[in-house]
Antibody, heavy 119, light 107 residues
Framework: QVQLQESGPGLVKPSETLSLTCTVS????????WNWIRQPPGKGLEWIGYIYYSGSTDYNPSLNSRVTISLDTSKNQFSLRLTSVTAADTAVYYC?????????????WGQGTLVTVSS | DIQMTQSPSSLSASVGDRVTITCRASQGISNYLAWFQQKPGKAPKSLIYAASSLQSGVPLKFSGSGSGTDFTLTISSLQPEDFATYYC?????????FGGGTKVEIK
């Protein structure tokens, strides 16, 4: 049973960089598509981007210039980096597995981690 | 981007009711649609993929249908554990997008 767990700082200052890691257990990261999704408090879901185990990535154009997703297969982890954050980036951040490029629906999900952007 | 519009945004229903939620895509997405259930403070949980395929372990009271631009999620007999927010997601093209959610509340 594959499980995902997000980790990282819960508080980030405006203009700084948000960094989160997702640890995959119960299965290898060397397959599938690995996604980040976020949800502002009380609002809906927004897809941030994915990384494939080969290292290829795709990002939501709404965040494209600020987002980097990377992979560490030796640790079975993938990471999110979001630069120049503002209060609008305050959200619960989820990592989730996607099944393939053409079937990138999400299962399972991590439990989520709240990141607040505030000085 | 493909816009996903869910209706209604919220509904009140009683235990035992049959509930239907609609999701409409701004352009055709074949059957590349998934449904998720989210309870307060929890991560979304996958219910259905490919518009009508039930995720392993999901009760048969959940069903999905549709193709092209119009899709539905039906709960055949609402139970207390089904009160939650439901989201659709298209994976026909990137960027991947979600509907705004439908909150199912107790009447």
């Amino acid at each position: 049973q594959v499980q995902l767990q997000e980790s990282g700082p819960g508080l980030v200052k405006p203009s700084e960089t948000l960094s989160l890691t997702c640890t995959v257990s119960g299965g290898s990261i060397s397959s599938y598509y690995w996604n980040w999704i976020r949800q502002p408090p009380g609002k809906g879901l927004e897809w941030i981007g994915y990384i494939y185990y080969s290292g290829s990535t795709d990002y939501n154009p709404s965040l494209n210039s600020r987002v980097t997703i990377s992979l560490d297969t030796s640790k079975n982890q993938f990471s999110l980096r979001l630069t120049s954050v503002t209060a609008a980036d305050t959200a619960v951040y989820y990592c989730a597995r996607g099944h393939s490029y053409g079937a990138n629906w999400f299962d399972p999900w991590g439990q989520g981690t709240l990141v607040t952007v505030s000085s | 981007d493909i816009q996903m519009t869910q209706s209604p945004s919220s509904l009140s229903a009683s235990v035992g009711d049959r509930v239907t939620i609609t999701c409409r895509a701004s352009q055709g997405i074949s059957n590349y649609l998934a449904w998720f259930q989210q309870k307060p403070g929890k991560a979304p949980k996958s219910l259905i993929y490919a518009a009508s395929s039930l995720q392993s372990g999901v009760p048969l009271k959940f069903s999905g249908s549709g193709s092209g631009t119009d899709f539905t999620l039906t709960i055949s007999s609402l139970q207390p554990e089904d009160f939650a927010t439901y989201y659709c997601q298209q994976y026909n093209s990137y960027p991947l997008t979600f509907g705004g959610g439908t909150k199912v509340e107790i009447k």
